[in-house]
């Protein structure tokens, strides 16, 4: 497994870097955000450790930068440890937050957790994934729900795709504004409801009291295994 570390604090990175290789994990350090989005869009890491404080490119723009091609599971380190800051984290992407400063050993026992249901996920991106009675064919672009075929549209089928390929990931309205209809679509955030509704019509067996698609109130939309 290659862990991508990032932070401007050198001796802090020193010392993860030294506790994650004697994990067994393959190491690889940066010391600002610009370096860290071009490291992932030029390499293939499992996992990313990024601080939110850096100077010019600074963590969440880092983050908001790597999800626009990239769902490697990333974890923020931050001083901060107000709500909405850790909120303003996941809105970004982030798949887990810790403040500093924090024990080397929660470090340690998150980046296995995460790196756990990566591998889950990764297990199931082939032809087909699965949740309770959904099904989907990703080669075929089609649903099935307890047997039954799904008629989707182009775009209730990505975002679905996109939130059984990560599961328990939050993503605000803006993120999937972002990733399934992209930066130039010049509707508002409200088509993303319409169609988490619409999703919720289709493939729930009871709409109002959804099973897989579900609300992170005040953040956004995740999907329940």
């Not at 994990?23 to 990024?50: K, M, P, S, W």
């Not at 699965?130 to 989707?152: F, I, K, M, S, Y």
């Not at 508002?188 to 999703?199: A, F």
Request: proline fraction near 3%; hydrophobic fraction near 40%.
């Amino acid at each position: 497994m290659k862990i991508l570390v990032v932070d401007d604090e050198k001796l802090l990175v020193k010392g993860m870097k030294f506790n994650l290789e004697n994990e067994g994990y393959q190491v690889e350090c940066a010391y600002d955000g610009a370096a860290a989005v071009e490291l992932t869009r030029n390499g293939q890491f499992d996992l990313i450790i990024l601080d939110v404080m850096m100077p010019e490119v600074d963590g969440l723009e880092a983050c908001m930068r790597i999800r626009e091609f990239s769902n490697v599971p990333i974890i923020m380190l931050t001083a901060k440890s107000e709500d909405a800051d850790k909120i303003m984290g996941f809105e970004c992407g982030a798949d887990d937050y810790l403040t500093k400063p924090f024990n080397i050993l929660e470090l340690k026992a998150r980046v296995r957790a995460l790196l756990r249901r990566a591998v889950g996920v990764q297990r199931s991106r082939g032809a087909v994934l699965t949740a309770g009675g959904l099904t989907l064919n990703t080669e075929e672009r089609t649903a099935v729900r307890e047997g039954r075929t799904v008629e989707l549209t182009a775009k209730e089928y990505d975002l679905i795709e996109l939130l059984m390929r990560n599961p328990r990931r939050v993503y605000s309205r803006e993120n999937l504004m972002n990733v399934v209809w992209g930066y130039t679509y010049a509707g508002d955030y409200r088509t993303v409801d319409v169609h988490i509704r619409r999703l919720r019509e289709k493939l729930e067996k009871n709409p109002a009291e959804p099973d897989h698609i579900m609300t992170k109130w005040g953040v956004g939309y995740y999907f329940k295994e």
